[in-house]
T-cell receptor
C-alpha cells in the first residue's frame, strides 16, 4: 500500500527566504507526482505535475524535483511571499490510475 | 475554460439522512474522481468515474456511491449519514487517459449533526 509522508508538518519563514518542502513515498511504481496548494477551507490548486519519466518541473518561483528510485520529491519555493502561506500537499498516482494518494501536507506561513 | 464546480458548497444534515453532492468537470474532461478530506484522515480517495463507468473505488463502505452522466457531470450519494461523515468532499476532473493533471473543485462542506 502506497504511503506518502511530508516533512515538516509546519514551517514558518520570514518573507524573501528560499525554502524546500519534502515529500517521500514508499512505492516507486508511480505514474506521476503532483504538488497542490490548499488555502483554508478551500479546494486544491494544482501547482506542478511531474511525470514518472521526468526529473523536475518549474513554474515561476516554484521548482519540483522527483527521484523515483529513492521515493522522494522536493518543492522549492524561491523568494517566498506572504501570499504563499497555505498548506502544500503532494500526491502520487500509482497502482490504480487516477487514484491519488496524498501526504498530510506542510502548513507554510510566510511572515511579512 | 470554466473550472470544476461543485454544488452545494455547504450542507448540514442529521444522522440517518442521505445526501447527494454534485460535480461538474472542466469542459472536455471525461474523468471525475471524488475525495473525502477530514482533519484526522486527510485526503482519501472515494471513487473515479470515466465515461459513465466506475473505474476505481477506494476503501469506503457501500453507503458511499456515485454515478456519472453522459455529459460527464457526476453525483455522489451518502446514505444513512453518520457523524464521522462530516468532511470536505472534493471532486477532481481530468482528461481521463494517460498520465494527466487533475484539477479540483472548491469542495462541498458536509456537516452531520
Amino acid at each position: 500500500k502506497q504511503e506518502v509522508t511530508q516533512i515538516p508538518a509546519a514551517l514558518s519563514v520570514p518573507e524573501g527566504e528560499n525554502l524546500v518542502l519534502n515529500c517521500s513515498f514508499t512505492d516507486s511504481a508511480i505514474y506521476n507526482l503532483q504538488w497542490f496548494r490548499q488555502d483554508p477551507g478551500k479546494g486544491l490548486t494544482s501547482l506542478l505535475l511531474i511525470q514518472s519519466s521526468q526529473r523536475e518541473q518549474t513554474s515561476g518561483r516554484l521548482n519540483a524535483s522527483l527521484d523515483k528510485s529513492s521515493g522522494r520529491s522536493t518543492l522549492y519555493i524561491a523568494a517566498s511571499q506572504p501570499g504563499d502561506s497555505a498548506t502544500y500537499l503532494c500526491a502520487v498516482e500509482g497502482g490504480s490510475a487516477r487514484q491519488l494518494t496524498f501526504g498530510s501536507g506542510t502548513q507554510l506561513t510566510v511572515l511579512p | 475554460k470554466a473550472g470544476v464546480t461543485q454544488t452545494p458548497r455547504y450542507l448540514i444534515k442529521t444522522r440517518g439522512q442521505q445526501v447527494t453532492l454534485s460535480c461538474s468537470p472542466i469542459s472536455g474532461h471525461r474523468s471525475v474522481s471524488w475525495y473525502q478530506q477530514t482533519p484526522g484522515q486527510g485526503l482519501q480517495f472515494l471513487f473515479e468515474y470515466f465515461s459513465e463507468t466506475q473505474r476505481n473505488k477506494g476503501n469506503f463502505p457501500g453507503r458511499f456511491s456515485g454515478r456519472q452522466f453522459s455529459n460527464s457531470r457526476s453525483e455522489m450519494n451518502v446514505s444513512t449519514l453518520e457523524l464521522g461523515d462530516s468532511a470536505l468532499y472534493l471532486c477532481a476532473s481530468s482528461e481521463g487517459t494517460g498520465t494527466v493533471e487533475q484539477f479540483f473543485g472548491p469542495g462541498t462542506r458536509l456537516t452531520v449533526l
